[in-house]
């Protein structure tokens, strides 16, 4: 039992990873809370579920469109509600606020197009995972883990390898003194909406695999995502990881000895011992 839990909490690590690390790597440029990359977490996957399903697309490509129609779709979220709010030096509250609005209507706006009814990305027949020491893990499940994983790697080398990798780092810092070293803040931010869009829409389609789709799937990713980016420090990339593992093995372990109802009771009670004792997280930094 003990290692189809430790599976457990490593297919959710991986997939509360790829949702934190969006959030996060948007957060560090635009310093605020962006609710809407919930929504683009479901258009991600409901545009794979129509390619796939729909259109007959193979499934590996329609990954990989999803993917870059949610970084497009991220963008354009930003383009259109909140580059006009930065040009009129709104405050981070409002910004707040306009992406929950932004989030609200993506959400109906899913409902309206797909309808509220479930839908599943599965298709053929249900076969039996492999047996690992005992316990059982699906190749869904192995494909999650490695994708995941390997994104998380890609992305890490991209943060601090590459020069637009070094722009994110440095207007993250200070977006006023990047720019006058010759960092154009507005760029860097658009490639940050693209980089976390897109990694929430691939979360999505693998979350999909797992279990359905419904419009109001990017409410609770969302939570879990803020919840890992607080806990692991909000602008920490390893933070995000960390949060993320943090939260996957809490709930699985945590369910196992209460029932399984109350596993976002566990994450909020990892968020307010968080907030309590330790607010900037585990590699955040104190401010004075």
């Keep these: 039992m003990i290692i189809q839990v430790l599976i457990n909490s490593l297919i959710a690590t991986s997939i509360y990873s790829l949702i934190t690390l969006g959030f996060v790597v948007i957060y560090r440029t635009v310093r605020f809370f962006h609710f809407a990359h919930g929504a683009v977490y479901a258009m991600g996957a409901y545009v794979a579920y129509s390619l796939f399903i729909g259109a007959g697309v193979p499934f590996v490509f329609a990954l990989l469109l999803a993917a870059l129609f949610a970084g497009f779709f991220g963008i354009t979220i930003d383009r259109m509600i909140y580059l006009p709010m930065r040009r009129k030096k709104s405050s981070s509250l409002v910004m707040m606020l306009a992406s929950f609005g932004a989030f609200i209507f993506i959400e109906n706006l899913i409902a309206f197009i797909y309808g509220n009814q479930i839908l599943t990305m599965r298709t053929g027949p249900i076969r039996e995972g492999w047996h690992v020491l005992g316990a059982i893990i699906t190749p869904i499940q192995t494909m999650i883990l490695i994708v995941a994983n390997v994104l998380m790697v890609l992305l890490w080398l991209f943060i601090q390898r590459t020069k637009l990798g070094k722009a994110m780092r440095a ?118």
Excluded at 251 to 272: H, Q, R, S, T, Y
């Design 171 to 288: 207007v993250a810092d200070d977006p006023i003194a990047a720019s006058v070293v010759g960092i154009n803040p507005e760029k860097t931010i658009l490639w940050s909406f693209f980089i976390g869009s897109s990694l929430a829409g691939i979360a999505g389609v693998l979350v999909s695999l797992e279990t359905n789709l419904e419009p109001t799937m990017g409410f609770s990713a969302l939570l879990k995502g803020i919840i890992a980016a607080i806990v692991g420090g909000i602008v920490s990339i390893p933070g995000a990881v960390l949060g993320a593992l943090l939260l996957g093995f809490a709930e699985n372990f945590g369910i196992w000895f209460i029932p399984a109802g109350w596993k976002d009771a566990i994450a909020f009670a990892i968020l307010i011992i968080f907030l309590l004792f330790r607010p900037q997280g585990i590699l955040g930094v104190k401010e004075k």
